[in-house]
């Protein structure tokens, strides 16, 4: 489509036919493609809810166009199933407590190469797309970057066309959903399995046992001693599958989630007994286990019914598995060679002795040659350096809940702790830190990094942070396991899904290999001083600005002046993401504006943020406060109001991402360095055309690296002088405040208090 003049392309956004096809003969096998489409939504229509394309609601419209595209991933997933049956490939097991999904529909139609010809189709009867869309439930089961890189990773491993399979957990309620009443957050429930989740199919019949609770005892049989665990509770494992296809991939992921429910016959002995009350309450902890997504995105509580979450997703892909691996192939020895495990961070490490467990227990192998098996299975990634992350286990609490598990958490244990005192003969203290049961606790993370093939760090600031610091004894004994390869997004959701425009406009130019390999983008080089490029991407910027802000008018009744710079920062809520220094920056702003009649900005400036907070993360919650009130504060004086605007945009979730992303000039990524361990946000924006301003952390400092320094601003401190500021113990902010007027200044106009106050009531409104 080179050519197209500008105000074409504008016009052509808006009416939803970018995606027209260009050639003659591609234009009679899209229109036959576009026919049949229309006869399969019509078909399931009538078929499904008895209604024509005319009389159907807006959900039902969303059902027959969604089951049409799922009908084309699962013949796809049967015919890749087959040949790696018959070719006894090797196979992914993706495990992680979060997959943060996003909406599937328009991803799914791209990677099917079938946007255009279902744009048409819509077109055709006269059906808004847009409202189509919009009629999806998001699948938000994560917080915030450690899930949305197990989404990317299922939609780039298909469309590599390697074999993947994502294990997690089927939550009832997904993250809330934010409200923000009198500028605080609020949460609400996120229901999204209440429209009935088309993608997803439930698989009864595949459902498996998990045991919690009991004792185990030692019994001679035949076989010799044998562990048997007895009086457990019985939780029922419910698999649910959700097929993901890559981009032109003849092998579909699959993303299964398991549900916890009671045994359908449970507890006779109590229910004859009359202790009806009991029996109940049985029901309602079994399916407590995956009711709820905890919202807190770097810190494990030694809460009980967290510990129950993860064990029952470990214990459940384990044995199916093991079970899957015997069915094709047999023998459990030959694991290693069909099925490698990578553990998303430490909530899924109990797979680790579970997998031992069975087989030792169900599959009678001695202990070495389990370990040998467990041991060649597993890798681990690491997503935190922050220390609440590596909490661990209450050992009582794990060795009531989880008796046989824990008895062979210690045996490992017991090994690892001979192989250290070998190592480190005279250092106890050492190998106390290093063992995994140790001061009433056991410590997951040193269960992973003690048996784990791999131990990969995100970015390689963080990759060289965990062999020096956090994990720095463990590199000493093992320095082979430590690796890094950095995070990564797919460029089929966050450019060709959520930049629709940019993406023809980059497919014009150098054609559209790049949405398989992201490497293809180089290609654009010769363009970088094109006025036309240039121009062309100027007024998609202003596009996806105009449509960001109708979106935000739309859902908060908030104004954006899309003539402004977008300046963005869009990421979780947390002290050392620095929401508060952008804050800071901006009352610095205010204080010159008002101080001032002659300051002015070369541009007016709009602050965009989009965070949530854990609800129970009070400082957090107060910082989104803030920001709020500094909203208003900015908007009510007349100097600043027509310089620079603040905006909070409710709900960050993947669809607001994909929204605001391509809409921002600015992207914030602004961490005390040595925190972030990679960042994606920072990789979406770049991609996207908005320029960074950022600390050296994470992967910006790759970015830094590739874009070099007249194409990033970066500031502040590096993790080595936040480190040697540490280790000397000589950072004290009093000092900055005292040195620095502009810090003093943008304080507020009361007196520093002690113990904290409304930030309404520090900002004197
Ligand atoms: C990418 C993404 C994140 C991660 O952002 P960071 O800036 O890397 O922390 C969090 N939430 C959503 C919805 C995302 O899409």
């Given at each position: 489509?080179?050519?197209?003049?500008?105000?074409?392309?504008?016009?052509?956004?808006?009416?939803?036919?970018?995606?027209?096809?260009?050639?003659?003969?591609?234009?009679?096998?899209?229109?036959?493609?576009?026919?049949?489409?229309?006869?399969?939504?019509?078909?399931?229509?009538?078929?499904?809810?008895?209604?024509?394309?005319?009389?159907?609601?807006?959900?039902?419209?969303?059902?027959?166009?969604?089951?049409?595209?799922?009908?084309?991933?699962?013949?796809?997933?049967?015919?890749?199933?087959?040949?790696?049956?018959?070719?006894?490939?090797?196979?992914?097991?993706?495990?992680?407590?979060?997959?943060?999904?996003?909406?599937?529909?328009?991803?799914?139609?791209?990677?099917?190469?079938?946007?255009?010809?279902?744009?048409?189709?819509?077109?055709?009867?006269?059906?808004?797309?847009?409202?189509?869309?919009?009629?999806?439930?998001?699948?938000?089961?994560?917080?915030?970057?450690?899930?949305?890189?197990?989404?990317?990773?299922?939609?780039?491993?298909?469309?590599?066309?390697?074999?993947?399979?994502?294990?997690?957990?089927?939550?009832?309620?997904?993250?809330?959903?934010?409200?923000?009443?009198?500028?605080?957050?609020?949460?609400?429930?996120?229901?999204?399995?209440?429209?009935?989740?088309?993608?997803?199919?439930?698989?009864?019949?595949?459902?498996?046992?998990?045991?919690?609770?009991?004792?185990?005892?030692?019994?001679?049989?035949?076989?010799?001693?044998?562990?048997?665990?007895?009086?457990?509770?019985?939780?029922?494992?419910?698999?649910?599958?959700?097929?993901?296809?890559?981009?032109?991939?003849?092998?579909?992921?699959?993303?299964?989630?398991?549900?916890?429910?009671?045994?359908?016959?449970?507890?006779?002995?109590?229910?004859?007994?009359?202790?009806?009350?009991?029996?109940?309450?049985?029901?309602?902890?079994?399916?407590?286990?995956?009711?709820?997504?905890?919202?807190?995105?770097?810190?494990?509580?030694?809460?009980?019914?967290?510990?129950?979450?993860?064990?029952?997703?470990?214990?459940?892909?384990?044995?199916?598995?093991?079970?899957?691996?015997?069915?094709?192939?047999?023998?459990?020895?030959?694991?290693?060679?069909?099925?490698?495990?990578?553990?998303?961070?430490?909530?899924?490490?109990?797979?680790?002795?579970?997998?031992?467990?069975?087989?030792?227990?169900?599959?009678?192998?001695?202990?070495?040659?389990?370990?040998?098996?467990?041991?060649?299975?597993?890798?681990?990634?690491?997503?935190?350096?922050?220390?609440?992350?590596?909490?661990?286990?209450?050992e009582q609490l794990f060795k009531s809940m989880l008796p046989r598990v824990y008895?062979?958490v210690s045996e490992i244990d017991e090994r690892f702790r001979q192989r250290l005192?070998?190592?480190?003969?005279?250092?106890?203290?050492?190998?106390?830190?290093?063992?995994?049961?140790?001061?009433?606790?056991?410590?997951?993370?040193?269960?992973?990094?003690?048996?784990?093939?791999?131990?990969?760090?995100?970015?390689?600031?963080?990759?060289?942070?965990?062999?020096?610091?956090?994990?720095?004894?463990?590199?000493?004994?093992?320095?082979?396991?430590?690796?890094?390869?950095?995070?990564?997004?797919?460029?089929?959701?966050?450019?060709?899904?959520?930049?629709?425009?940019?993406?023809?406009?980059?497919?014009?130019?150098?054609?559209?290999?790049?949405?398989?390999?992201?490497?293809?983008?180089?290609?654009?080089?010769?363009?970088?001083?094109?006025?036309?490029?240039?121009?062309?991407?100027?007024?998609?910027?202003?596009?996806?600005?105009?449509?960001?802000?109708?979106?935000?008018?739309?859902?908060?009744?908030?104004?954006?002046?899309?003539?402004?710079?977008?300046?963005?920062?869009?990421?979780?809520?947390?002290?050392?993401?620095?929401?508060?220094?952008?804050?800071?920056?901006?009352?610095?702003?205010?204080?010159?504006?008002?101080?001032?009649?002659?300051?002015?900005?070369?541009?007016?400036?709009?602050?965009?943020?989009?965070?949530?907070?854990?609800?129970?993360?009070?400082?957090?919650?107060?910082?989104?406060?803030?920001?709020?009130?500094?909203?208003?504060?900015?908007?009510?004086?007349?100097?600043?109001?027509?310089?620079?605007?603040?905006?909070?945009?409710?709900?960050?979730?993947?669809?607001?991402?994909?929204?605001?992303?391509?809409?921002?000039?600015?992207?914030?990524?602004?961490?005390?360095?040595?925190?972030?361990?990679?960042?994606?946000?920072?990789?979406?924006?770049?991609?996207?055309?908005?320029?960074?301003?950022?600390?050296?952390?994470?992967?910006?400092?790759?970015?830094?690296?590739?874009?070099?320094?007249?194409?990033?601003?970066?500031?502040?401190?590096?993790?080595?002088?936040?480190?040697?500021?540490?280790?000397?113990?000589?950072?004290?902010?009093?000092?900055?405040?005292?040195?620095?007027?502009?810090?003093?200044?943008?304080?507020?106009?009361?007196?520093?208090?002690?113990?904290?106050?409304?930030?309404?009531?520090?900002?004197?409104?």
């Amino acid at each position: 489509m080179t050519g197209v003049s500008s105000s074409h392309k504008e016009a052509s956004i808006k009416t939803g036919e970018f995606f027209v096809p260009d050639s003659k003969d591609k234009g009679v096998q899209v229109k036959n493609r576009i026919s049949k489409i229309k006869n399969v939504i019509e078909g399931k229509l009538k078929r499904y809810y008895g209604r024509s394309l005319d009389n159907a609601s807006k959900e039902e419209m969303f059902q027959a166009v969604a089951m049409s595209i799922r009908d084309i991933i699962l013949e796809r997933g049967v015919k890749a199933n087959e040949t790696m049956e018959k070719r006894g490939l090797k196979k992914l097991c993706y495990l992680s407590a979060e997959f943060l999904m996003g909406r599937a529909l328009v991803n799914n139609m791209i990677n099917l190469g079938l946007l255009k010809e279902y744009r048409a189709v819509m077109a055709e009867i006269g059906y808004p797309f847009e409202e189509l869309e919009e009629q999806e439930n998001e699948a938000a089961l994560g917080n915030g970057g450690l899930g949305r890189l197990a989404a990317c990773f299922l939609d780039s491993l298909s469309t590599l066309n390697l074999p993947v399979t994502g294990y997690g957990i089927r939550y009832e309620y997904g993250m809330f959903c934010q409200r923000i009443v009198e500028g605080q957050q609020t949460e609400v429930p996120d229901d999204w399995t209440a429209q009935g989740d088309i993608w997803e199919i439930e698989r009864r019949a595949e459902q498996l046992e998990v045991h919690f609770d009991g004792t185990v005892e030692e019994v001679w049989t035949d076989h010799g001693l044998t562990i048997v665990h007895k009086n457990y509770q019985t939780v029922m494992a419910v698999p649910y599958d959700m097929p993901v296809i890559g981009y032109d991939s003849h092998v579909p992921a699959t993303l299964r989630l398991w549900r916890a429910e009671c045994p359908a016959v449970f507890d006779l002995h109590s229910f004859n007994k009359g202790d009806f009350v009991c029996m109940l309450q049985q029901k309602e902890l079994a399916e407590s286990i995956s009711k709820v997504l905890y919202p807190k995105d770097d810190h494990i509580i030694g809460r009980m019914l967290r510990l129950r979450q993860y064990y029952f997703l470990a214990s459940a892909t384990m044995q199916c598995l093991v079970r899957e691996h015997k069915k094709l192939y047999g023998d459990v020895r030959t694991l290693p060679e069909k099925v490698v495990i990578q553990i998303n961070d430490i909530h899924p490490a109990l797979a680790i002795p579970d997998l031992m467990r069975i087989l030792i227990d169900e599959e009678s192998l001695g202990w070495d040659d389990a370990y040998d098996i467990v041991s060649r299975m597993f890798n681990y990634t690491n997503h935190t350096v922050m220390q609440e992350a590596m909490a661990a286990w209450p050992e009582q609490l794990f060795k009531s809940m989880l008796p046989r598990v824990y008895a062979i958490v210690s045996e490992i244990d017991e090994r690892f702790r001979q192989r250290l005192l070998k190592a480190y003969p005279d250092d106890r203290d050492k190998t106390a830190q290093m063992s995994i049961i140790a001061y009433d606790e056991v410590r997951t993370a040193n269960l992973c990094v003690a048996v784990c093939r791999k131990v990969n760090g995100v970015s390689q600031l963080h990759g060289r942070i965990l062999k020096t610091r956090t994990f720095r004894d463990f590199y000493v004994m093992f320095p082979g396991k430590f690796t890094a390869i950095t995070n990564g997004i797919t460029q089929r959701r966050w450019l060709a899904a959520a930049n629709p425009a940019l993406c023809e406009l980059i497919c014009d130019h150098i054609g559209d290999k790049f949405i398989r390999d992201c490497r293809e983008l180089e290609r654009l080089k010769p363009f970088v001083d094109s006025r036309r490029f240039l121009d062309d991407f100027a007024v998609i910027k202003q596009i996806n600005k105009k449509r960001l802000s109708e979106y935000v008018q739309k859902r908060q009744g908030i104004a954006l002046d899309a003539a402004s710079v977008f300046d963005v920062q869009a990421k979780r809520l947390h002290e050392y993401k620095r929401q508060l220094l952008k804050v800071l920056h901006i009352l610095y702003l205010y204080r010159h504006f008002t101080g001032n009649d002659h300051y002015v900005l070369p541009r007016p400036v709009t602050f965009l943020f989009a965070a949530k907070a854990s609800p129970a993360y009070w400082r957090a919650k107060s910082i989104i406060h803030l920001i709020n009130v500094v909203s208003t504060l900015v908007e009510s004086h007349p100097r600043t109001k027509d310089n620079i605007r603040v905006a909070f945009l409710e709900n960050y979730n993947v669809s607001l991402a994909e929204h605001l992303i391509p809409a921002a000039d600015i992207s914030e990524q602004i961490s005390t360095a040595g925190c972030e361990a990679s960042g994606t946000g920072n990789m979406k924006f770049m991609l996207n055309g908005a320029v960074t301003l950022g600390t050296m952390d994470g992967a910006n400092v790759e970015i830094f690296d590739r874009v070099g320094e007249d194409n990033i601003f970066i500031f502040g401190a590096g993790a080595k002088d936040i480190d040697r500021i540490g280790t000397e113990n000589t950072y004290n902010p009093k000092d900055y405040f005292d040195r620095n007027e502009d810090i003093r200044e943008a304080r507020g106009r009361q007196r520093p208090v002690s113990g904290y106050l409304p930030v309404s009531v520090v900002w004197g409104l």
